[in-house]
């Protein structure tokens, strides 16, 4: 039953920092609440973590939050399938497999890490687009953004600029 256990732990953190096109950094409290090793045994089978790649030099330069850009704290969504491959409006095409974000005034191209308070995760993502358009919403992120924080359809965030 542990082994079970520590096999469903490890899929859910691997799930959680990884998607199928690019790796995804998880922050260092979420990495230094699971120890992994190169490889895990089970029985006679052995699943190799070659591929897991954990930066332990996750601290980035938090510049200091601008009220002209709205509240800093509050309730985020994401966009996914309906939007795939259309234009943005920094004239992007939008990836949902991609890092990114919709906020109404951040500059397009700005480093944003975004916390999900209920769990500690964060996720730095880019703004390639406008949005959300739903009043009380700060932030709309990619599927592949909401998944590395391990948000459901919406959650209380915090934004933070990043260098």
């Not at 973590?49 to 601290?59: A, F, G, I, K, Q």
């Amino acid at each position: 039953m542990y082994r079970l256990i520590t096999i469903f732990l490890v899929i859910l953190f691997l799930g959680l920092c990884f998607n199928e096109q690019q790796h995804v950094m998880c922050s260092k409290d979420a990495v230094d609440s699971l120890i992994i090793s190169d490889t895990i045994k089970i029985d006679s089978s052995q699943i190799e973590l070659d591929s897991l790649v954990v930066n332990e030099d996750t601290t980035e330069t938090i510049l200091p939050w601008n009220p002209k850009y709205g509240p800093s704290t509050g309730e985020a969504s994401w966009y996914g399938p309906g939007f795939q491959g259309k234009k943005t409006a920094s004239g992007r095409r939008y990836d949902m497999y991609e890092l990114t974000a919709a906020h109404r005034t951040l500059p397009f191209d700005t480093k944003v890490k975004v916390t999900l308070l209920n769990t500690g995760l964060s996720v730095v993502v880019t703004i390639t687009d406008r949005g959300p358009f739903i009043r009380g919403r700060i932030i709309d992120l990619s599927k592949a953004s909401k998944n590395a924080i391990g948000m459901g359809g919406t959650g209380q965030v915090k934004i933070e600029i990043v260098e």
